[in-house]
């Protein structure tokens, strides 16, 4: 295991260590092989240095390269399901109707990920934490929920209904001015009290713009 710079960071190379954001948060987390869009992320979070194992085997290369291939594959459906939840805020923003069928195909595909691999999907939930806050934390929300529910073995239906209600638990947040949830800093004590009226506010829009389940409704209502 070798410590280096980023500067000294290269293509290929595969991390000793997982890579440790804000409040130890994980964000890369051991074993992954570096790429130029790791390499990016790393930059723009100020990493410093990082720890490096030794060159790898060819069969070992062959397996990250098959690794990498599916976690590619998997950001797509991540960024889907982000870019699905940016579209419902500015819906409601406008106040035009919600693209139902989006958000479903958004949860379909990350019901059908998390059943096949929720590992990679893990992965996914720690490399994005810091990027969009609001919106990967609606998908990283949805895809803890689907974990839970395909252990627990609940039919497609249900899983749908969590997975919907799990991603768009915060979207009354667009019904709050930008500056209370778009930020890094603390609330005000008074601030917060504004927040705390989002998840009525969620469902309040539901309501009005889609036609949801009860169960996701009351999700929203009561998270």
Not at 6 to 22: C, F, N, R, S, Y
Not at 188 to 193: I, L, P, Q
């Amino acid at each position: 295991m070798k410590k280096k710079k980023i500067d000294e960071v290269t293509v290929g190379m595969i991390l000793a260590q997982p890579v440790l954001g804000p409040k130890k948060v994980n964000l890369i987390p051991a074993g992954t092989k570096i790429d130029n869009e790791l390499i990016e992320k790393l930059h723009r979070w100020e990493i410093e240095s990082v720890d490096i194992v030794e060159e790898a085997s060819s069969d070992d290369e062959e397996i990250e390269l098959n690794e990498q291939k599916t976690r590619k594959v998997f950001q797509k459906t991540y960024s889907k399901a982000v870019s699905c939840t940016k579209n419902v805020l500015k819906n409601i923003v406008d106040n035009e109707p919600l693209h139902v069928e989006e958000v479903k195909s958004a949860v379909q595909e990350m019901i059908d990920k998390v059943i096949d691999n929720t590992d990679v999907m893990l992965q996914l939930t720690q490399l994005n934490v810091l990027e969009n806050h609001l919106f990967s934390h609606s998908v990283n929300v949805s895809t803890y929920a689907l974990i839970v529910g395909v252990y627990l073995n609940l039919p497609q239906e249900q899983l749908r209904e969590l997975g919907t209600a799990a991603l768009l638990h915060d979207i009354g947040m667009a019904k709050l001015e930008e500056t209370l949830w778009n930020h890094d800093k603390s609330l005000t004590s008074s601030a917060f009290e504004v927040v705390k009226t989002h998840p009525l506010l969620g469902a309040e829009v539901l309501e009005k713009l889609a036609n949801y389940p009860k169960s996701v409704i009351n999700a929203i209502r009561q998270h």
